[in-house]
């Protein structure tokens, strides 16, 4: 069975850093790429950033976070990252990484695996 968890998630002051993990266990089927998403209370889930899994390893970032944030893997530990630094009180939301067959841009298709979050509040 497919699992992606996620942790490195806190409470930090406008500012501050955090860095995130998403380790998979089981088989992957078939996925090229992986992703960050966001979803705070009230508002449709977004996208944040998105890193081929191929070796490419091409980047897609939403505007919001570019610059601040960046995305990595460590394909022998099956991990996923997100450093985010000078966190904003709008970043405020659960991130949650996933898995897919395909990603365009921080769009995705085909399968999909998705953790289940973990909670970022930046306090002003």
């Known amino acids: 069975q497919v699992q992606l968890a996620e942790s490195g998630g806190g409470s930090v002051q406008a500012g501050g850093s955090l860095r995130l993990s998403c380790t998979t266990s089981?088989?992957?089927?078939?996925?090229?790429?992986m992703g960050w998403f966001r979803q705070a209370p009230g508002k449709e889930r977004e996208g944040v950033a998105t890193?081929?899994?191929?070796?490419?390893?091409?980047?897609f970032y939403a505007d919001s976070v570019k610059g601040r944030f960046t995305i990595s893997q460590d394909n022998a530990k099956k991990t996923l990252f997100l450093q985010m630094n000078s966190l904003k009180p709008e970043d405020t939301a659960s991130y949650s990484c996933?898995?897919?067959?395909?990603?365009?841009?921080?769009?995705?298709?085909?399968?999909?695996?998705w953790g289940q979050g973990t909670q970022v509040t930046v306090s002003s």
């Open positions: 996933a898995a897919f067959g395909g990603c365009a841009g921080l769009g995705w298709y085909g399968r999909n695996y």
């Open positions: 089981g088989y992957i089927y078939s996925t090229s790429c």
């Open positions: 890193i081929y899994t191929t070796r490419s390893a091409n980047t």
